[in-house]
């Protein structure tokens, strides 16, 4: 048995667990989680499954399912690919779906796509919120009643240091070793390991990497700064 996810996304270890008690239930090579589909999904027919259960997946524009970007496949199933690059939907996903080889089980619990900024801090707010049964890393997660602190919930990681005189709007996560200097202004943010806000500088709906800066009094709205690096 092997279980594969997609790096970008944030499923429930108990749906993980499903897929791979799915797998052992039937005798497909490979069965994917499925939640329901959205605008510009990509379309799947769940057929031949009671309520929440394990059934065949067709292909269907017009489908009320999308794939969770979660698969258990049976390990044989790998062994016949050629070691050339690929992906899994060139490689797997489209022949089985082809033969009707594909199964697949609703997932019962959240799933969030984080492949985009926006998304990237949507799935982080979830993730402060307790949305996914996943341990926060060392440090003090604060409660809307801090002087300073609007909003939701903000993850001060061990090593990380935010200046009395700043203010935060959560969701945000300050990883280890971020600094937010005094006067600053930060909301719906995300600071990697390192990161450093300079006095009066604003960050809002961005994500600065591992070791980034932001200079005193600049602004940074809606930006990815990759560390190190650094916006004057």
């Known amino acids: 048995l092997v279980l594969v996810t997609c790096a970008d996304h944030v499923v429930d270890p108990a749906d993980l667990a499903a897929l791979a ?12 989680g499925l939640i329901p589909s959205a605008e510009g999904s990509f379309g799947l027919r769940l057929e031949g499954a009671p309520a929440g259960g394990v059934g065949r997946v067709a292909r269907d524009p017009r489908g009320p399912w999308d794939s969770a970007g979660a698969y258990a496949l049976r390990a044989g199933v790998l062994a016949g690919l050629e070691p050339v690059p690929s992906t899994l939907a060139a490689a797997l996903l489209g022949p089985l779906l082809d033969r009707g080889a594909l199964a697949g089980v609703p997932f019962q619990r959240p799933v969030a796509d984080a492949g985009t900024l926006h998304r990237l801090l949507l799935t982080s707010a979830g993730l402060l919120a307790g949305c996914w049964p996943y341990d926060l890393p060392a440090g003090v997660l604060l409660a809307p009643t801090r002087r300073g602190h609007l909003g939701g ?7 990380a240091s935010l200046h009395p005189a700043a203010t935060i709007a959560g969701p945000v996560v300050l990883d280890r070793g971020s600094r937010v200097a005094a006067g600053a202004v930060v909301t719906r943010a995300i600071l990697g390991p390192g990161a450093a806000v300079g006095a009066g500088a604003r960050v ?11 200079a005193p009094g600049a602004v940074a709205v ?6 190190p690096a650094a916006l004057g």
């Open 21 to 32: 008690a799915a797998l052992e239930r039937t005798g497909a090579p490979m069965v994917t």
């Open 153 to 159: 919930p903000v993850l001060v990681a061990d090593g």
């Open 204 to 214: 809002v709906g961005s994500v600065l990497g591992a070791g980034a800066s932001l």
């Open 222 to 227: 809606a930006a990815l700064l990759p560390g």
